[in-house]
């Protein structure tokens, strides 16, 4: 294996773990739409953080690594359509998926603020902030716009 | 090389490496979120339940689909049509053996775990859905070292 085979395995690795950083977004967002206790809500914490890195080290790695082979692979150029067309996909992508954390975000710092209360039980007003639909709606954007970063990776429009 | 062998592929490759590819990452996410639940489940009925059910219903969705565009993708290459004495790169049976091997372990954790929900359900253990989470591991594992192989694609 050449030095950009590996780069390219390593940005392939990296997409995977974005797209299971999301998946794993997607389940826990189902999930929490029946919690209402402060301790459900909570206890989602930890895989929340795993989410989290996946998503971090997949739209870091795909886009420093996805650039290093635009400069390096021969036939390709930074500026050919279909990179371009990557890049602004996944500038969307995540910047709507910090914004999806800020909402899911919401839920968890209410569910801390009713334990530190005292109110361990059901919470009609963590419930709604957990049914987010806001949330919900950005999710759905956002995992659009990392499948569309698969189609154009695969069909490669214009190359 | 490997990617300039992308840039010459023909049209008609496009959408059943799409499947392929769409399905891994389904079932590489629904591994990762089944395996992140059950690990973090410290007992939880409710969390060991939707640990489960993530393999179930979102890891096995994205198996058959990647399963489904592997036997696709192969057939349009025409590794299925290989002159008598040449041999398939490496990458190739790296695929095979987690794609078909993988499966069975994968229906094995699948139905361990069911056998883990039933006893749960009834008061008892949850011994087997430990074996379902080291199991999602491994194959976790397994199947990141296979998108290694692809990607790359040594030999």
């Known amino acids: 294996m050449s030095f950009d085979d590996w780069i390219l395995a390593l940005h392939v690795l990296s997409a995977f773990a974005y797209v299971a950083g999301m998946v794993l977004f997607w389940v826990l967002i189902v999930a929490v739409r029946r919690t209402d206790t402060p301790e459900g809500t909570i206890r989602m914490g930890p895989v929340v953080k795993v989410g989290t890195i996946a998503t971090a080290i997949g739209a870091v790695g795909t886009i420093v690594l996805g650039i290093w082979l635009a400069f390096s692979v021969g036939g390709y150029d930074i500026w050919d359509g279909w990179i371009i067309a990557a890049i602004v996909l996944w500038a969307i992508a995540g910047g709507i998926g910090g914004r999806t954390g800020k909402q899911y975000t919401a839920g968890m710092d209410k569910a801390r603020e009713l334990e530190a209360a005292g109110q361990p039980g059901p919470n009609a007003e963590l419930l709604a902030i957990n049914r987010t639909q806001r949330g919900v709606v950005l999710h759905a954007v956002a995992s659009l716009a990392i499948l569309l970063i698969l189609v154009d990776m695969i069909w490669k429009p214009g190359a | ?155």
């Open chain 2, 1 to 155: 090389m490997t990617s300039l062998l992308a840039v010459v592929r023909p049209d008609s490759w496009n959408f059943p490496l799409f499947v392929h590819v769409l399905g891994a990452m389904i079932l590489v996410g629904g591994l990762l979120t089944g395996a992140s639940i059950l690990a973090f489940a410290r007992g939880d009925v409710r969390s060991l339940r939707l640990g489960y059910w993530t393999l179930l219903a979102v890891a096995l969705p994205g198996f058959v689909l990647m399963r489904i565009g592997a036997q696709w993708i192969y057939s349009r290459e025409g590794w299925d049509d290989l002159p008598s004495g040449v041999d398939e790169p490496t990458w190739l049976p790296i695929g095979y053996l987690t794609a078909d091997g993988g499966g069975i372990v994968f229906l094995i954790t699948l139905v361990l775990g069911g056998i883990g929900i039933r006893r749960l359900n009834a008061g008892k253990g949850a011994g087997l859905l430990k074996a379902t989470l080291i199991l999602s591991i491994i194959l976790l594992a397994a199947y990141v070292i296979t998108v290694w192989a692809m990607s790359g694609k040594p030999g």
